[in-house]
Every structure is written in structure tokens, then in C-alpha cells.
């Protein structure tokens, strides 16, 4: 069985670029959620995906968004670049959108704007 | 609106001490509360995993509970190694969110 999965490991932008992050879920689990965590916090929801639909958005603006795919894989875009925006970015996937449903965590990915 | 928050925010033991990490949030309506382990720029693995209607969960030298009426949960490790040493961090999943609200975690140094 995989786990989570997410590319790139690293990655370097300039302010007012755009960035593509993506997840690949553990086999078999349909949702997607990502998280923001900056230096020193813990982090923060961004938003989830269930069966190619959002299910769910925390407080990030419209310039976060981001795509499920058939198979379950999961985007996280981010456009304009900002400063603030370098972090850690996680993605967890689970067998359900419910509650009940244990969500598994990926590596994350660095982001860096400069 | 749910808060999470982490005391110590960072704790360094000598090995082989018992410790204990704590945890309160604000609102008791939670479906659950888990507990993480985090290394430097890593991702999470969980821990530990309690349901509301809990009151503890045990995992090898980890043990954590829950106590929802008083907004607590504390983690306890047995016989610190300094393979122990990362960043503890709690998350409540709340009713009014259905989302998991973290705490800002305990940063743990165990030295040999």
C-alpha cells in the first residue's frame, strides 16, 4: 500500500508567480485536504476535495485554489505570490470526507517566495 | 471559535525521563482529538487518535487522554530516548468546522 505522496519536495518562486503543488492520495482513499503551515505554527486547513468536488474551504483567499482528479490525485495552486505564502504545504488524504475518517499526512512540500 | 493551544511550547529532558505534553482547546464539541509527531521540515505522522466518547488511548510508551469537559488532553511518554526528539503537535476536529484545528505544538529535545 503507498502512502501520500506530494512533488516537489522543494521549490523556489518570486513574488507574483505562480505555483502548482500536488498530492497523490494513499490507494483507495477519495478525499484530499491541504493545509498552509508557516514557521513555527501549526497548520492551517486550506481547503478539501471529495470525489473532484470542494468540500469544505478554510480562511485563504480565491488565489488558493486547486483540483481533484478522477483518481483521486489532488492540485493546490496558488497564484500572485506572496511573501507570507512560504511554507510548508501538506496535503492528508482519507477514506471519506466524514468525520469519522482518519486523514494520513504527506511529507509537504517547501515553498520559498522571494 | 476553536483554539488549540500547546504548553510547553518547547521542553529538552535528559533520557530516560517521563514526560508529559499538554493540550487544551476552547470548545468541547469535538468528534476527536489526535496527537502528532512532527520532524524538522517534515510531514506528520499520527500517534495517537481519541474519540470524543474516550477518555484514553495507548500506544507503546505513549499514552494520551482526553478529558472533554475540562478541554485537556494530555500526552505522556514513558522512558524518553532521544529518538523522541521532534515537534508534538495536537488537532481537535470540531463540530461547527469539520476540520481540524491545530495546535502551535511542543518543540522536544531529549539529550543522551
Known amino acids: 500500500e503507498t502512502g501520500v505522496t506530494q512533488s516537489p519536495t522543494h521549490l523556489i518562486k518570486t513574488r507574483g508567480q505562480q505555483v502548482t503543488l500536488r498530492c497523490s492520495s494513499q490507494s483507495g482513499h477519495n478525499t484530499v485536504s491541504w493545509y498552509q503551515q508557516a514557521l513555527g505554527q501549526g497548520p492551517q486547513f486550506i481547503f478539501q476535495?471529495?470525489?473532484?468536488?470542494?468540500?469544505g474551504r478554510g480562511n485563504f483567499p480565491p488565489r488558493f485554489s486547486g483540483l481533484q482528479f478522477p483518481n483521486y490525485s489532488s492540485e493546490l495552486n496558488v497564484n500572485a505570490l506572496e511573501l507570507d505564502d512560504s511554507a510548508l504545504y501538506l496535503c492528508a488524504s482519507s477514506l471519506g470526507a466524514g468525520p469519522a475518517n482518519e486523514q494520513f499526512f504527506g511529507p509537504g512540500t517547501r515553498l520559498t517566495v522571494l | 471559535k476553536q483554539e488549540v493551544t500547546q504548553i510547553p511550547a518547547a521542553l529538552s529532558v535528559p533520557e530516560g525521563e517521563n514526560l508529559v505534553l499538554n493540550c487544551s482547546f476552547t470548545?468541547?464539541?469535538?468528534?476527536?482529538l489526535q496527537w502528532f509527531r512532527q520532524d524538522p521540515g517534515k510531514g506528520l505522522t499520527s500517534l495517537l487518535l481519541i474519540q470524543s466518547s474516550q477518555r484514553e488511548q495507548t500506544s507503546g510508551r505513549l499514552n494520551a487522554s482526553l478529558d472533554k469537559s475540562s478541554g485537556r488532553s494530555t500526552l505522556y511518554i514513558a522512558a524518553s530516548q532521544p529518538g523522541d526528539s521532534a515537534t508534538y503537535l495536537c488537532?481537535?476536529?470540531?463540530?461547527?468546522?469539520?476540520?481540524?484545528?491545530f495546535g502551535t505544538g511542543t518543540r522536544l529535545q531529549v539529550f543522551p
Open positions: 470548545d468541547s464539541a469535538i468528534y476527536n
Open positions: 476535495y471529495y470525489r473532484e468536488e470542494e468540500n
Open positions: 488537532a481537535v476536529l470540531s463540530y461547527n468546522t469539520d476540520k481540524l484545528i
